[in-house]
């Protein structure tokens, strides 16, 4: 079987990326948590054991078995087996998690406006609302400060969003800040 990945954040969106046979699949054992790192300004969205917590995401196949590619879009993540955590199983299956090693505490990080946005539209279209709250209730780490780069995109994946998908990601944020 080809190995496949869990996507949890940016990878939910099929808009920003072309990886085949993704479904959506649910990884027990697990919730998301926004953290800071060494390597950048902005924030990570990764994933931190949390028995009593599943999340929503996407598992896809990684073509040809060729990780290079992934690996350099998830560069600052570790890639550690899911396997058996899993709802849907498709054979070898990873997650992308930044490593304690890389977090940092403190400092003045942001949470990407666009990146969030992104990462909305495609819980929206995979799980409809009720997934885009379970998302923000699966997620730890909302009192991460917010930069609206709306207008002009920092993200490099950043998505065109429909008035009403933006003002869903508007309403779920005030809640949770």
Do not use: C, K
């Not at 997650?95 to 990080?109: E, F, I, K, L, M």
């Not at 995109?153 to 508007?170: G, M």
């Amino acid at each position: 079987m080809m190995p496949s990945f869990f996507g949890y954040g940016s990878l939910v969106n099929r808009a920003t990326h072309d990886y085949p046979g993704a479904q959506p699949a649910q990884l027990h054992g697990w919730r998301r948590t926004w953290v800071r790192t060494e390597f950048r300004d902005v924030v990570f969205l990764s994933v931190r054991r949390d028995p009593d917590t599943s999340i929503d995401g996407l598992i896809a196949q990684v073509p040809r078995g060729d990780w290079a590619a992934l690996d350099l879009r998830e560069t600052g993540y570790d890639r550690i087996p899911a396997d058996g955590q899993l709802s849907v199983e498709t054979g070898p299956v990873a997650v992308y998690q930044v490593p304690d090693t890389h977090q940092r505490h403190g400092g003045d990080h942001a949470i990407l406006l666009s990146y969030l946005d992104v990462v909305v539209q495609g819980f929206l279209r995979e799980f409809g609302q009720r997934g885009v709250e379970a998302f923000f209730a699966t997620t730890d780490g909302w009192d991460t400060p917010v930069r609206d780069d709306r207008a002009a995109p920092l993200y490099p994946r950043a998505q065109v969003l429909s008035a009403q998908e933006r003002a869903l990601t508007d309403r779920l944020l005030a809640q949770v800040q």
